[in-house]
């Protein structure tokens, strides 16, 4: 359908995108999952990756979000990599349900029973999104987030502009992602609240979106990330092709990108005291590359299995 020229929200209206995928993690074992995700997280560590956030958001109801959840907290406690669990509480809205019924639900019963499952969540998530959750509704199920203790760390001005990066940086988010509609005031917002600008270049050039305004932000001193969006819409495991990208369709230097795809995505996620940087007191993580310059792992597209030679985590070789 995407192919055929059919947009991101008309997909989801016939019953694709995020219902498609919603279904099929309904009908998937807890073992299933685990067993996916482990694999995936497999990937990104042989391509460079040695932190990941994973999110939830493919269940809609309490039942399978909370089952998301442990299969990530499976993760964080015994993969190599660093993961963060973000809890998307509402990635859409349910079919036949109504936005403002959900909004009062997740916040009332679904938030509360997964705080208290203790099931390791770090963000709070939420799809600020026209025809999905507006910005007030948005901005109810984030503090009902931050009240157990998670950070703000939500989607934002992706297909259109509704002020959700304007809410964000009012109550302080740590992180917002997507942002391809971003207005001039909310990113002056986002500069001085010291907000990050998680960029997902794969789903601009997937989606075939006009991307994020980078150069500004960055002009304007907002803290640009990067990150991959690994998610069935964008299938891609490699963060050197998302740094590639950043430069292509979002005009950045190489070395904002490469600043963008580790001290600031770590900072989008609150590790800076840990991770991001070669730094004397961090956790010995770090790229040995087969080439003459780091540039080349930008640079050399495709071919980053021969590129990235040794992948080494807390002090211990990978691959």
């Given at each position: 359908m995407k192919l055929a020229g059919a947009g991101y929200m008309e997909i989801h209206k016939q019953g694709g995108g995020i219902h498609y995928t919603?279904?099929?993690t309904r009908k998937c074992s807890e073992e299933r999952l685990t067993k996916l995700l482990f694999n995936r997280l497999d990937q990104m560590l042989l391509q460079g990756t040695v932190v990941a956030e994973a999110k939830s958001g493919y269940g809609l109801d309490c039942e399978t979000e909370m089952k998301m959840l442990r299969v990530i907290k499976k993760a964080k406690e015994t993969h190599p990599m660093k993961i963060q669990s973000t809890y998307l509480c509402a990635h859409a809205v349910p079919p036949g349900a109504d936005a403002a019924q959900m909004t009062k639900e997740i916040v009332e019963e679904h938030i509360p029973a997964v705080a208290k499952a203790n099931l390791g969540v770090d963000n709070i998530d939420v799809f600020c999104e026209k025809g999905v959750y507006d910005a007030q509704q948005s901005k109810e199920m984030l503090l009902a987030g931050r009240a157990h203790g998670w950070a703000i760390n939500f989607h934002a001005e992706e297909l259109t502009y509704i002020k959700g990066a304007e809410m964000g940086?009012?109550?302080?988010a740590r992180a917002m992602s997507h942002l391809e509609l971003v207005s001039d005031a909310a990113i002056q917002s986002m500069a001085a609240k010291k907000?990050?600008?998680?960029?997902?270049?794969?789903t601009a050039y997937i989606l075939k979106l006009v991307p994020p305004p980078v150069r500004q932000m960055i002009q304007?001193?907002?803290?640009?990330?990067?990150?991959?969006?690994?998610?069935p819409n964008v299938p891609c495991f490699s963060m050197p092709f998302v740094m590639h990208l950043g430069c292509i369709l979002c005009k950045m230097t190489m070395e904002e990108a490469f600043n963008a795809a580790t001290i600031n995505s770590a900072f989008s996620l609150g590790l800076t005291?840990?991770?991001g940087s070669i730094t004397e007191g961090k956790v010995g993580s770090c790229l040995v590359l087969d080439a003459p310059?780091?540039?080349?792992i930008v640079y050399q597209l495709g071919n980053h299995q021969n590129v990235v030679k040794h992948v080494i985590l807390e002090g211990r070789i990978h691959s």
């Open positions: 919603v279904n099929e940086a009012e109550l302080d907000t990050a600008a998680v960029i997902l270049p794969t304007n001193n907002v803290v640009v990330a990067l990150c991959s969006d690994y998610n005291d840990s991770y310059s780091w540039k080349h």
